[in-house]
C-alpha cells in the first residue's frame, strides 16, 4: 500500500475527523472510502461520455430510430402487449 501526503484545509480537517470518530475509523480509512467511491464515479463519467459519443456518432452516419417507434414502444410498457425495443435499419 502506498503512502501519499495531502495538504487538507482546516475545515475539511475537521469534518473528517468528526466523520472518522463518528464511524470509529481512522482519517485514512475514511479518505480511502471517499477516494475510492470518487474514482468509480469518475470511470462511470467517462463510460458514460463515451457512449455518448459512440451515440452521437451513429446519428451522423444516421443510425436513428423514428420518434414515432420510440413512443409507440414507451407506451407499450407495463400493457399485456410490450413492445420490443426499436432498432435502427442500418
Known amino acids: 500500500m502506498g503512502v501519499t501526503t495531502v495538504r487538507l484545509q ?3 480537517e475537521e469534518h ?3 466523520i472518522a470518530e463518528m464511524l470509529h475509523r ?15 464515479r469518475q470511470k ?4 458514460r461520455w463515451n457512449q455518448t459519443l459512440e451515440a452521437m456518432e451513429s446519428a451522423v452516419q444516421g443510425k ?7 413512443h409507440s414502444w414507451l407506451n407499450s410498457w407495463g400493457t399485456e402487449n410490450e413492445k ?6 442500418k
Open 10 to 12: 482546516a475545515e475539511v
Open 16 to 18: 473528517l475527523e468528526a
Open 26 to 40: 481512522s482519517k485514512g480509512w475514511v479518505i480511502n472510502q471517499a477516494l475510492s467511491e470518487y474514482i468509480e
Open 44 to 47: 462511470l463519467e467517462q463510460e
Open 64 to 70: 436513428v430510430v423514428d420518434a414515432n417507434e420510440v
Open 84 to 89: 420490443d425495443a426499436p432498432r435502427s435499419d
